[in-house]
């Protein structure tokens, strides 16, 4: 790939270019983030368990390693994602072995969030401040009951109820007055989470939560959402008045999780390399709205996708960190 072309200054017009990265990838990718990146995010790195295994143990190492290289290189940083189910410490939510009273789990949670925004001050720029709060999937017979229940079940919910959401981007603002704080989450696409995720950011907003933009995660694959179905989202979501980033893209080259392992073909390539330029052409007409496309990884031979032998095949570049044939078209697509 020429050095005159480059991914992030084609589309400086439009959004910033971004991509997930560890300690490993910035080293093993530095020339591809350096040509074609101007915003990152830290893989893991940024999370409530890498940042404060052990209470009051806090973990910048990794973090601060990300943070040098961005700067150096005059890249953005994203900052994801203190409040998140999945990374959070069994401790944040014990006391004595027992389930930690409302009032401790929120001074564990101001403790945190200060610490590690006062950490990173304005380098970074926005915050994924709470990840995947929406209910994944809901019975129907639930739905056809009770309605389309909003808020995913967790130790947070248990805790506190749904007042945790507000006190976290309260607790962010309060502690990175300049950043931009966002909410992130997936399947943002589906109909029915769809509906789920804007409630919960529609009620964020009433409630007068400093929530400014939403994280679509898209991690899609090459045969579905439809692009209708995409758009009728991003619709969605800039109704009420937030920014929108495009936060952990790659495109599966499985229909499900659970397909047997296939090998990649010209043919498959071709099919990702149409729905990329799809997606890319849809963005670009909503720039208005979408400040950021992330990419959640660099290249193929590193991505969460690739699961012992069943290996996948997401990203612009290759297992051998070569630029497939669809990079150049996405550049050419902008000028």
């Not at 909410?183 to 989470?193: A, F, H, R, V």
């Amino acid at each position: 790939m020429s050095e005159l072309l480059s991914l992030c200054k084609a589309y400086r017009k439009y959004f910033d270019i971004g991509a997930a990265v560890n300690t490993t990838t910035i080293v093993k990718d530095a020339e591809i983030l350096k040509q074609h990146f101007n915003s990152v995010t830290c893989e893991n790195e940024m999370k409530y368990g890498r940042v404060q295994p052990e209470e009051g143990h806090f973990t910048f190492e990794d973090a601060d390693q990300i943070v040098a290289f961005a700067k150096e290189n005059h890249m953005r940083i994203r900052g994801h994602a203190p409040v998140w189910h999945n990374q959070t410490p069994d401790w944040f939510h014990l006391q004595g072995g027992r389930p930690a009273p409302r009032e401790l789990v929120y001074e564990r949670l101001d403790a945190h969030i200060k610490t590690v925004a006062e950490h990173f001050g304005d380098a970074v720029y926005c915050w994924d401040v709470v990840n995947e709060a929406a209910a994944d999937t809901v019975p129907e017979n639930h739905i056809a009951r009770y309605g389309n229940e909003t808020y995913r079940q967790t130790k947070y919910l248990n805790a506190c109820g749904i007042e945790y959401l507000e006190k976290a981007y309260h607790l962010m603002r309060k502690y990175s007055p300049n950043a931009q704080l966002f909410y992130n989450d997936y399947n943002e696409c589906d109909p029915l989470k769809r509906e789920r995720i804007y409630t919960l950011m529609k009620n964020l907003l009433d409630l007068g939560a400093p929530l400014q933009g939403f994280g679509m995660q898209n991690h899609y694959s090459i045969y579905k959402p439809e692009t209708d179905e995409v758009k009728r989202s991003i619709e969605t979501y800039a109704s009420l008045g937030l920014r929108l980033h495009i936060t952990e893209m790659d495109l599966s080259c499985y229909q499900s999780r659970e397909d047997p392992e296939i090998t990649f073909t010209d043919e498959i390539m071709e099919l990702q390399a149409k729905r990329y330029e799809e997606l890319f052409e849809l963005y670009r007409s909503y720039s208005d709205v979408i400040d950021s496309v992330t990419f959640w990884g660099v290249a193929d031979d590193t991505s969460w996708l690739s699961r012992g032998t069943r290996k996948n095949w997401p990203l612009l570049f290759d297992m051998n960190g070569n630029a497939k044939p669809v990079l150049e078209k996405l550049i050419r697509a902008a000028e």
